[in-house]
């Protein structure tokens, strides 16, 4: 099925120089599938005015993006943009209806992003909803999913993994 989303969406890094096509702490080119209508996208504000940038609209794309590519198109975007004082994450955070989303990126290694990906939802359920590190890691194992947003082949961009923890009641909001 089409799944619109916008491939892009960042903010200015907290000083390293990176083109758009890269994702990482600032976000960037997480090429998340799940961005899409109805999604909030939480970033981590590290430069005076944030430098927002959003684009890289796909009419759809699989998860993985495995061959490095997705179904462009142009597009236009309603988005309301907030700033939380004082609360973020490392890396970026998107809301669902139903889940949290947490990201972890590395170079071309798959299992060092998902390795990222489970400390920063391991770091998230600890400071957003006071688990403790044994706790987090068991519930990880029992009720969160693991994917990957992008693992092009051949690797010239980052490999992109994402941690989905479920809404319970153990996690309703963050940023609390």
């Given at each position: 099925?089409?799944?619109?989303?916008?491939?892009?969406?960042?903010?200015?890094?907290?000083?390293?120089?990176?083109?758009?096509?890269?994702?990482?702490?600032?976000g960037?080119?997480?090429?998340?599938?799940?961005?899409?209508?109805?999604?909030?996208?939480?970033?981590?504000?590290?430069?005076?005015?944030?430098?927002?940038?959003?684009?890289?609209?796909?009419?759809?794309?699989?998860?993985?993006?495995?061959?490095?590519?997705?179904v462009?198109?142009?597009?236009?975007?309603?988005?309301?943009?907030?700033?939380?004082?004082?609360?973020?994450?490392?890396?970026?955070?998107?809301?669902?209806?139903?889940?949290?989303?947490?990201h972890?990126v590395?170079?071309?290694?798959?299992?060092?992003?998902?390795?990222?990906?489970c400390?920063?939802?391991?770091?998230?359920?600890?400071?957003?909803?006071?688990?403790?590190?044994?706790?987090?890691?068991?519930?990880?194992?029992?009720?969160?999913?693991?994917?990957?947003?992008?693992a092009?082949?051949?690797?010239?961009?980052?490999?992109?993994?994402?941690?989905?923890?479920?809404?319970?009641?153990?996690?309703?909001?963050?940023?609390?």
């Open positions: 099925p089409l799944r619109p989303m916008v491939g892009v969406i960042g903010v200015a890094t907290d000083g390293e120089m990176l083109t758009n096509g890269f994702a990482g702490r600032h960037g080119n997480l090429d998340n599938h799940l961005h899409g209508p109805g999604a909030t996208v939480f970033l981590p504000v590290r430069q005076p005015g944030g430098m927002l940038a959003i684009g890289d609209m796909h009419a759809s794309m699989g998860d993985g993006e495995v061959c490095f590519t997705g462009e198109i142009a597009g236009e975007l309603t988005i309301r943009v907030d700033l939380l004082k004082g609360k973020q994450g490392t890396f970026p955070v998107t809301e669902l209806a139903d889940r949290w989303v947490v972890g590395a170079g071309p290694d798959f299992m060092e992003a998902l390795d990222r990906a400390e920063e939802a391991q770091r998230f359920l600890v400071d957003q909803w006071g688990f403790s590190m044994e706790e987090a890691f068991v519930f990880m194992s029992v009720a969160c999913d693991a994917n990957i947003c992008q092009c082949r051949p690797q010239d961009f980052s490999t992109i993994a994402r941690v989905a923890i479920p809404k319970v009641s153990a996690t309703p909001r963050p940023f609390s």
